[in-house]
């Protein structure tokens, strides 16, 4: 008798996870591959696609997402032995705080080129295999960001709601072939990155995090194993009804009152 958590299986499949040496992103490749896909792993920097392939037994490419020649030549060869069904658009940059009556055309064009591009690039590169495949899932990263308005981050969240916008046409425009398309959007997560401005203040970090605890109904905070578990629903048949969604993984914080 089959288990209802077979659909969550990713045997034979192949998927292709951008910035695969961040922290979501390894937590990513290392769900899908322990649900049994084959994960090529890329990063902008090649240590760390190499290291993050070979704790998973996977492919390492080095990649910049916001080259859409390089993205598609990627993506053609992990796609060449006629399995990729699942690509994993997670890659992004870490942008400086401007308001914005501040924010200068460099900065805004180097964000939305790293995420929305990305995403964007991926998306075009991914679908003509998806469809020779018969099938399979794109999942994007989005962020909290989409949902509450904190200042300075004018840029950041421009890009990522210009993802989930993507995310839904994209879902409707080849939903009849068998392809879903769907976006996470967690809250935030606590990082050597995220923090990095607490590096010397460690009462400040924690009262840093205690404010993202208290902004959760749930309380506590988002993990990277929190992210990965979604994206691996998001990409497996678990998820079979279930396109042009961005999932919040955030505790609730968006919630209306």
Known sequence: ?????DAWRLDGRAAFVTGAGGAIGEAVAIALADAGAHVHCADIREEAARAVAERVNGTPVTLDVSDASAVRAAI?????????RIVCNLAGIAGRSQRIVDLDEEAFDAMFAAHFGGVL???????????????????????????????????YAVAKASISALTKILAAEVAGEGIRVNAVAPSFIPSDLSLVR?????????????????KSPLGGLCSVE???AQILYLASDAASYVTGQTLRTNGGISMPW
């Open 1 to 5: 008798m089959a288990s209802p958590f």
């Open 76 to 84: 053609d060869a992990a796609a060449a032995p006629g399995s990729l």
């Open 121 to 155: 690039n991926g998306c075009q590169a991914a679908i003509p295999h998806l469809r020779r495949a018969g099938g399979g899932a794109i999942v994007n990263m989005s962020s909290e960001a989409i949902d509450i308005a904190p200042a300075t981050i004018a840029s």
């Open 198 to 214: 607490y590096a010397d203040d460690p009462e400040g970090r924690e009262r840093y995090l205690d404010w993202w605890r208290a």
């Open 226 to 228: 929190d992210v990965a």
